[in-house]
């Protein structure tokens, strides 16, 4: 209905409010007509609340705007509810777009430093949002590739634990991937393991000087420690074992503990490294079942670190006093008279990556290579060279020994370690060793690993090395020596 000027005084005083607050009628203009004071401020009144109320149910931003800056038309009241009307329109928005478009079309500072704040807020969160999602993108991910190396068992022990303990993964879903029977040894681990004493290698001097010394040479975590465990624990088990009481049988005693496996305890806990840069002598002697005399076993197990020692020695390196006094000792060892065996264990899991102190197993193989020839270590006492590739258990299909000789030759005639294989077997044919003058190459597995840290232990290559040694060791006859070490082990 539109205001009729010949009816005005038949209407009351919400429809006159109405009429004003369409703009149909100003309240000056009701004024001239003759409407009294309190009518006015009665109109007056419900006009303010009818704005008010207009503008609490807007959702038109501009609309909002253009009333705070009507200072003409709309009270101080009014616009001051506009304006926290607007804010909160604000801060309701979350299309920056959107607020650019009303940032252009604003002239009022105050707007326009809140939606500034709104867009920051905006940007905060989207930024907050997608770090959220790529994190559980990730999360995600590394749980896939957990389970799926959980599968495989290939992902170490430690990492199960450190997520079971941290409620990252339960036991239950581990259970949905690997046996209960292997869960329980990886949980067990850490109170299982054992790590062998601290030993060192005893002056020449001090080392039987009839028998026939066999070293064995391997880099840190080449599997040549869990490699002598295997044999000493074979020899106890599948062969007429005499350890020599002394120097080295405490540390032979449990290396041979850790590859022992019962119905109990059906897996082998590995050993982790040793923390000690040890060099250990562990005679021993063996013999085959129904033969008559033993072999006595001059066993030096060398240090993976004392090929860092050989190469900073050979680079004109500074060498620790402790590594000097064992390097040293050492090649007062390999200058003996004494007939010698030299077993060198390459892991074929390693590959030929860099180490902490970014060198390569090639370079400490090499400059143990240029030691060998600089201090003539094969020239007079060897008898025997040999090359082993270790862990063989983990070449994809191939599960027979004759088969990982058969890769192990073809991986030592192959780039990186044909070049040590070489020097190995120019020595060979200078020195005439090993018979034909060629480097004998074997494979060698301690059993399946699981996890980096138990073992379904097979002593069939620790056999095959039991019996390597045994052909390059003669038997001792009833000697004088022989005589004294039979008394002394009763």
Sequence with gaps: ????????????????????????????????????????????????????????????????????????EYSDEVREIAHQKTIDIIHEITKVSELNEIFQSCNNSKIKDEIDKQILSINAKTAEEERRNQEEERQRRELDSFLERLKDETLSGALIRSKKNKGEISKEVILNYISEEKLNAVLDYPNKVRTPPKENLPKASEINNNAKQIFFWGSP?????????????????????????????????????????????PYVFLPGRNPFDLNVYMPFEIKKSGEKNYRYISLIDLSGEIFEAIYYKTNNLPLHAEKEENLNNLSELLSTPNKKAHF?????????????????????????????????????????????????????????????????????????????????????????????????????????????????????????LIEILLEITKPEKNSLWSRIINFLNG
């Design 221 to 265: 975590k080449s599997g040549k420690t869990c490699t002598v465990a295997s044999l000493l624990s074979t020899a106890e088990s599948d062969f007429s074992y005499r350890p020599i009481n002394g120097i080295g049988n405490n540390y032979a005693n449990v290396l041979k503990s850790i590859f022992t496996v019962t119905p109990e305890e």
């Design 1 to 72: 209905m539109a205001f009729d000027y010949k009816k005005f005084e038949s209407y009351s005083d919400d429809e006159l409010t109405d009429f004003v607050f369409k703009n149909e009628i100003s309240i000056s203009e009701l004024k001239d007509l003759g409407i009294g004071r309190n009518q006015r401020i009665y109109i007056q009144s419900k006009l303010e609340q009818l704005k008010s109320n207009e503008i609490n149910n807007s959702q038109d931003i501009l609309f909002l705007i253009t009333v705070m800056n009507n200072s003409d």
């Design 344 to 464: 060198f264990f390459i892991d074929y899991s390693v590959g030929n990556k860099p180490d902490s102190l970014g060198m390569r197993p090639t370079d400490y193989l090499n400059a143990a290579a240029n030691y060998f020839q600089t201090n003539n270590i094969f020239k007079h006492t060897t008898d025997n060279l040999y090359l082993v590739l270790t862990k063989a258990d983990l070449i994809p299909g191939l599960t027979n020994q004759s088969q990982r000789k058969a890769y192990a030759e073809d991986f030592f005639n192959k780039a990186p370690y044909r070049s040590f294989k070489d020097s190995l077997e120019n020595y060979c044919k200078q020195f005439s060793i090993n018979q034909n003058g060629k480097i004998i190459i074997e494979a060698s597995s301690i059993g399946n690993v699981y996890f980096e840290e138990i073992c379904d232990f097979d002593n069939t290559s620790a056999k095959s």
